[in-house]
Structures are given as structure tokens and as C-alpha cells.
């Protein structure tokens, strides 16, 4: 196992899983099994990934760099932070608000001008995680090297909100290959550097 990583996080992990392949304790302080799960995928999902497990399409790095940004910037925004119009052009862009299939208008920035991340682009867990969970419910004894083993196959791939409306959510299976070549590729949905085999 790699050293540099955050054992602490690997850790909590261990012992969500733990708790709920055990019975229900309803003694003082004990975690109910749903907020022990609840706690499980939310801790899973805040995981910082290393770099070679983030994806980004084409289109979502084609407006980054239009607005400005360059390669490194470009996995520092999340969620609500705000992202700049910096460059000197007026870019259109679609908004989204919240789950909804259809954008709810469309915004043309002017320099200084911005917009939520959350409202553009999607980070999209290739392989979903109520799948790694149920890999790591697996488990019969969790302990950091086999859970690893599991939170090794997490990947995100980081694109714009109109792509990840296209792609099924049915047809998901724990084959990351399988998704980004076939389910993204079918949608049109082209990763930055990928070896596709097509």
C-alpha cells in the first residue's frame, strides 16, 4: 500500500463497513445503520482521488481554457465555488439548476463576470458508488489493504452538465473501461488522453 496515503480516511471507512456488517446496536452512542451508511457514501464521495483517477472531457476542458484557465486550474473548483469569466471574450454558457435534465437558461459572460460550478459542469463517479459499496460490503474481514484495494477503483470524470444529462444511469456496470468506451462514447463523450481501443 502506498505510504503517502491518508490512512485516517481509509480508516473511518474500515470501521463504517464494520458497523454495518454487524447487527444494529441500539446502545447509547452506537451508530444507527442508516446514518452509518449515509456517513459511508458521503465520506467515500469527499475522497481526494489522486490525479491519474480524474478524467475531464473534451468540451468541459474546451470551455475551462476558453474562460481563461489552464490545466492546473482546472480540478481546483468544486461544487459552489465561482468560476470567472477571464478571458476577453463574451462565452455563452448553459445554467442547470440542481438534478434537473434540461438547462434553466442560458448566460453570456462579459470579463469578471461568473457563474456556480455546479451550474455547468458534473463530476461523474465512473463507476457509481453504491457499486463500491456494494464491493466493500464484500469484504468479510475490512481492514486497510483490502478496503484499498476497493477505493482504488474509484474514478471521476469531470464534464459539462449537458453531457452527463446524455448518459444512461442504468446500464452501469463496475467496468470503467466499459462506461467511458461504450456509455460515454456513445453519447459523444470524449476524455482528454484516454488510450481508447476504438
Given at each position: 500500500?502506498?505510504?503517502?496515503?491518508?490512512?485516517?480516511?481509509?480508516?473511518?471507512?474500515?470501521?463504517?463497513?464494520?458497523?454495518?456488517?454487524?447487527?444494529?446496536?441500539?446502545?447509547?452512542?452506537?451508530?444507527?445503520?442508516?446514518?452509518?451508511?449515509?456517513?459511508?457514501?458521503?465520506?467515500?464521495?469527499?475522497?481526494?482521488?489522486?490525479?491519474?483517477?480524474?478524467?475531464?472531457?473534451?468540451?468541459?476542458?474546451?470551455?475551462?481554457?476558453?474562460?481563461?484557465?489552464?490545466?492546473?486550474?482546472?480540478?481546483?473548483?468544486?461544487?459552489?465555488?465561482?468560476?470567472?469569466?477571464?478571458s476577453e471574450e463574451v462565452i455563452t454558457?448553459?445554467?442547470?439548476?440542481?438534478?434537473?435534465?434540461?438547462?434553466?437558461?442560458?448566460?453570456?459572460?462579459k470579463t469578471g463576470e461568473s457563474f456556480?460550478?455546479?451550474?455547468?459542469?458534473?463530476?461523474?463517479?465512473?463507476?457509481?458508488?453504491?457499486h463500491i459499496i456494494d464491493k466493500l460490503?464484500?469484504?468479510?474481514?475490512?481492514?486497510?489493504?483490502?478496503?484499498?484495494?476497493?477505493?482504488?477503483?474509484?474514478?471521476?470524470?469531470?464534464?459539462?452538465?449537458?453531457?452527463?444529462?446524455?448518459?444512461?444511469?442504468?446500464?452501469?456496470?463496475?467496468?470503467?473501461?466499459?462506461?467511458?468506451?461504450?456509455?460515454?462514447?456513445?453519447?459523444?463523450?470524449?476524455?482528454?488522453?484516454?488510450?481508447?481501443?476504438?
Open positions: 500500500m502506498d505510504h503517502k496515503l491518508n490512512f485516517e480516511a481509509i480508516d473511518n471507512i474500515v470501521n463504517l463497513i464494520s458497523v454495518l456488517q454487524k447487527e444494529e446496536s441500539k446502545h447509547p452512542y452506537s451508530i444507527d445503520h442508516g446514518g452509518a451508511r449515509y456517513l459511508l457514501n458521503q465520506t467515500i464521495r469527499q475522497l481526494w482521488l489522486p490525479t491519474n483517477r480524474m478524467y475531464i472531457s473534451n468540451e468541459a476542458e474546451k470551455l475551462f481554457k476558453r474562460l481563461g484557465y489552464n490545466e492546473k486550474e482546472i480540478f481546483t473548483f468544486f461544487y459552489r465555488m465561482r468560476v470567472i469569466n477571464k454558457v448553459e445554467l442547470y439548476k440542481g438534478a434537473s435534465s434540461k438547462p434553466d437558461r442560458e448566460q453570456s459572460l456556480l460550478f455546479r451550474e455547468v459542469f458534473h463530476d461523474d463517479h465512473i463507476i457509481p458508488i453504491t460490503f464484500m469484504i468479510k474481514e475490512p481492514n486497510r489493504d483490502n478496503v484499498y484495494e476497493v477505493l482504488k477503483d474509484i474514478g471521476v470524470c469531470r464534464m459539462l452538465k449537458g453531457e452527463d444529462r446524455k448518459v444512461t444511469r442504468t446500464k452501469r456496470t463496475y467496468d470503467e473501461k466499459f462506461i467511458i468506451e461504450n456509455l460515454y462514447y456513445k453519447e459523444g463523450i470524449r476524455i482528454k488522453n484516454y488510450q481508447y481501443l476504438k
